[in-house]
């Protein structure tokens, strides 16, 4: 991606522009299902080296391509997410208004199977947002001692 370019997240609308010029290279809308967007998108969206990772109010987490503006995937957790995505090692990780915590495969969207990252599935896992103390006691329940 250019350097004298920009990526741009108003309301609704994501785009890139020219910085001389401002001219949009690419604009794309955000479809959410309510009505007035205003104010939907409330944190900076995470950047990497080829996507843009956007959050909305209504609980939406949508993916562009950098350099083209593809939406690539998107999804709804059914909570408010106000925060920023944190983008790390092929994973999206958002929190929502009522404190949980979702991770998924960075590349499609999936569910990431173990959000803790403890080694016990999260459908295993009787406390999937705290680690395993890994030390000979209960290790198969996911949570700590």
């Not at 920009?6 to 020219?18: G, K, P």
């Not at 950047?47 to 956007?54: E, I, T």
């Not at 915590?101 to 016990?120: L, S």
Request: with cysteine.
């Amino acid at each position: 991606m250019a350097t004298d370019t920009c990526l741009q997240v108003v309301d609704d609308v994501v785009q890139r522009l020219e910085l001389g010029t401002k001219k949009p290279l690419w604009r794309s809308r955000l479809d959410f299902e309510k009505k007035d967007s205003l104010g939907a998108v409330l944190s900076p969206p995470a950047v990497s080296s080829d996507r843009l990772y956007v959050t909305s109010a209504f609980g939406d987490l949508a993916v562009f391509d950098r350099e083209t503006g593809e939406d690539l995937w998107a999804l709804n957790v059914g909570e408010p997410i106000l925060s920023q995505p944190a983008v790390a090692e092929g994973k999206v990780v958002v929190g929502t208004a009522h404190g949980t915590i979702y991770g998924f495969e960075a590349d499609d969207g999936c569910p990431e199977r173990d959000n803790d990252r403890d080694g016990v599935p999260d459908d295993q896992d009787k406390c999937p947002q705290q680690k395993e103390t890994i030390n000979g006691v209960m290790d198969e329940d996911g949570c700590p001692d």
